[in-house]
């Protein structure tokens, strides 16, 4: 949490002084956030973070404007299907707004962030990026534009599989097209999974498939697909005579054209009118024969896609946290110069509070975020324990900071007041953006009960959690022993209650709970780790700050009757939303009296 820099016009940005609310006009969301730089700093090689800082920041300065603008003028001028060309035939196309052309052109042309973990030579960097370096990307380009940021993961994700299993001559004839940044040459990927019979439920799928020499035939219909006019789409189908469940369903590859230049057999039934996420195209598809090739085992279909959409889970996590970023950002400014009854509103008691519990969300997420993509590049390169690690990361960061984004999203909607409501401000368009995170890869529920049973009840993931919490905790220069005890006993409880609820299937309505439980644990020792490592590059610990809030706010139940905010939580709040570094002493004090 931070106040906004002096030096980014940021105090009048938007509007002329003395209007009545001015907004993030003319931000550079990456130099606002000094967080980002220092959790890059702590994750990545030196070099590496010296070479995409320049880039970063010219993403964040045109999330903070041109950018931003366009995806206001696509988020009102939604995507049009046409059945029809002009000569009348029948060849279906989408109309998209010139905004969203140019949104496609800086997030797949300029800055290639599909390509960046599955390419070489992105941005002139001659190897592939870590995940890590790619969602800082994601994390500044969705502070402007959030539903480009779906097509931009299931085309990385496309890539990902076709990588991983695909055949060599399919990898020949369609991976460059999927990691292109020449627009010309792109092909964007796509991802059909869900059916009316399932959503979730992936196994009642119907679509059915019937080989026919080197290639299969799919027929059935896909329910909510998003990007519906992507080049290239990875599906599942169930080939003909496997058998049902998940354990039957095979994953297929799907071109939109064919290779004499004609539409392949199927058809968008109609595009989806959506709450939020609006610029983008997503529809239903019916398959009518529809040519597609099997990728990797027909019977590991369903086990390869997986890898897939935890892959999306986490993007959906980072993203949902560039929306909290975001509405933090126009709350802050808003806060920082409306006066209200002959004060500004940020130094008004209840407003400092209400924005300490919105900087809070979003910065629990931010560290979880990217302590979860570092766990996905270690487990990439062959680490075990950091596999396990990331199978209960990746459905407990999905789990929470979606749910978070939403009331984040609505309290700084709150701050603007009447015209946050109002469609020419983009509070709104966040907040209706928001409520996709949680639905998005698996409702709450789903994901909930992925971490715990699956994650905790069937592998045993809960073990590689502990172990690394109990590391970092070792491992957190100048962190006061005291504090690091507490939160090493915070967290055995976390992980015993979690086991607790995974143990019997009567305990499933806990489900939500524990998983909420590990988060917050996690992300408090998390933010203590940080702020030893911060606190030695550059003398402040105010993260450490973050992580008693976190106990204090988002785990120790309180008592109703008592007030809410002591002396002590009045200091730690006018530390968190100042601009002064604070030192490893002061921050020792304040922990102490928790």
């Known amino acids: 949490m931070h106040r906004l820099n002096k030096h980014d016009d940021v105090t009048i940005a938007g509007a002329p002084p003395g209007l009545l609310a001015p907004d993030t006009t003319g931000m550079n969301f990456y130099r606002a956030?000094?967080?980002?730089?220092?959790?890059?700093?702590?994750?990545?090689?030196?070099?590496?973070?010296?070479?995409?800082?320049?880039?970063?920041?010219?993403?964040?300065?045109?999330?903070?404007g041109h950018l931003d603008e366009c995806a206001r003028l696509a988020d009102r001028h939604v995507p049009v299907l046409h059945q029809r060309d002009r000569f009348g035939r029948d060849v279906q196309w989408i109309e998209y707004h010139p905004a969203y052309r140019e949104l496609e052109r800086a997030a797949f042309g300029?800055?290639?962030?599909?390509?960046?973990?599955?390419?070489?030579?992105?941005?002139?960097?001659?190897?592939?990026?870590?995940?890590?370096?790619?969602?800082?990307?994601?994390?500044?380009?969705?502070?402007?534009?959030?539903?480009?940021?779906?097509?931009?993961?299931?085309?990385d994700g496309c890539a990902k599989l076709l990588a991983n299993f695909g055949s060599e001559a399919l990898k020949t004839r369609y991976l460059d097209g999927l990691t292109q940044t020449d627009m010309d040459r792109l092909t964007q990927g796509g991802q059909f999974m869900t059916e009316k019979e399932g959503g979730s439920d992936v196994?009642?799928?119907?679509?059915?498939?019937?080989?026919?020499?080197?290639?299969?035939?799919?027929?059935?219909?896909?329910?909510?697909?998003s990007n519906a006019d992507a080049q290239v789409v990875m599906l599942?189908?169930?080939?003909?005579?496997?058998?049902?469940?998940?354990?039957?369903?095979?994953?297929?590859?799907?071109?939109?054209?064919?290779?004499?230049?004609?539409l392949n057999h199927y058809r968008i039934v109609r595009l989806k009118d959506k709450l939020g996420t609006r610029s983008m195209a997503s529809g239903e598809i019916k398959l009518e024969g529809a040519i597609a090739y099997a990728v990797g085992k027909l019977d590991r279909g369903f086990v390869q896609m997986a890898e897939m959409v935890n892959s999306s889970r986490l993007s959906n996590g980072v993203k949902s946290t560039a929306l909290m970023r975001r509405a933090y950002h126009d709350a802050m400014t808003v806060a920082q110069n409306r006066v209200v009854f002959g004060s500004r509103i940020i130094d008004l008691p209840l407003a400092r509070r209400q924005l300490m519990k919105i900087g809070l969300a979003t910065e629990q997420a931010l560290s979880m975020s990217f302590v979860t993509a570092d766990a996905l590049d270690r487990a990439e390169a062959g680490s075990q324990d950091a596999a396990a690690l990331l199978r209960i990361l990746t459905p407990t960061l999905k789990f929470r900071a979606t749910r978070d984004a939403r009331k984040v999203c609505g309290d700084a909607l709150e701050m603007r007041g009447g015209i946050g409501y109002i469609e020419e401000f983009a509070t709104s368009r966040l907040l209706r953006d928001a409520h996709l995170g949680s639905i998005w890869e698996g409702t709450g529920n789903i994901v909930a009960l992925d971490a715990l049973r699956r994650a905790v009840g069937r592998h045993g993931a809960e073990a590689a959690l502990a172990a690394d919490l109990h590391a970092r905790l070792d491992d957190s220069p100048?962190?006061?022993?005291?504090?690091?005890?507490?939160?090493?006993?915070?967290?055995?409880r976390a992980i015993g209650f979690a086991r607790?609820?995974?143990?019997?299937?009567?305990?499933?309505?806990?489900?939500?709970?524990?998983?909420?439980?590990?988060?917050?644990?996690?992300?408090?020792?998390?933010?203590?780790?940080?702020?030893?490592?911060?606190?030695?590059?550059?003398?402040?610990?105010?993260?450490?700050?973050?992580?008693?809030?976190?106990?204090?706010?988002?785990?120790?139940?309180?008592?109703?009757?008592?007030?809410?905010?002591?002396?002590?939580?009045?200091?730690?709040?006018d530390h968190l939303l100042g601009e002064r570094a604070v030192g490893m002493a002061e921050v020792g004090e304040l922990l102490s009296a928790a």
Request: charged share 25%; with cysteine; net charge positive.
């Open 203 to 225: 196994g009642k799928l119907t679509t059915s498939a019937v080989q026919e020499g080197d290639h299969w035939r799919l027929s059935g219909e896909k329910w909510f697909c």
């Open 478 to 492: 100048g962190v006061p022993q005291a504090w690091r005890g507490h939160l090493r006993d915070l967290t055995d």
């Open 236 to 262: 599942l189908a169930r080939p003909q005579g496997a058998p049902g469940g998940t354990r039957g369903v095979g994953l297929f590859l799907m071109p939109r054209w064919l290779d004499d230049g004609s």
């Open 500 to 573: 607790e609820v995974a143990a019997r299937t009567d305990n499933e309505a806990d489900a939500r709970r524990a998983t909420s439980l590990l988060y917050h644990v996690a992300s408090a020792v998390v933010l203590a780790w940080e702020g030893g490592r911060i606190h030695q590059m550059r003398g402040d610990a105010r993260r450490l700050l973050l992580s008693r809030l976190v106990i204090d706010h988002r785990i120790m139940a309180s008592d109703p009757f008592r007030l809410a905010e002591n002396a002590t939580q009045r200091v730690i709040t």
């Open 33 to 64: 956030d000094p967080a980002l730089t220092d959790l890059l700093r702590i994750h990545l090689p030196d070099r590496l973070f010296r070479h995409i800082e320049p880039h970063l920041d010219r993403l964040g300065a045109l999330a903070g």
């Open 110 to 155: 300029e800055f290639g962030i599909h390509a960046m973990s599955v390419r070489k030579g992105i941005l002139g960097w001659p190897d592939k990026y870590p995940v890590v370096a790619k969602h800082a990307f994601t994390f500044l380009f969705n502070q402007a534009e959030f539903g480009l940021g779906c097509p931009i993961n299931v085309t």
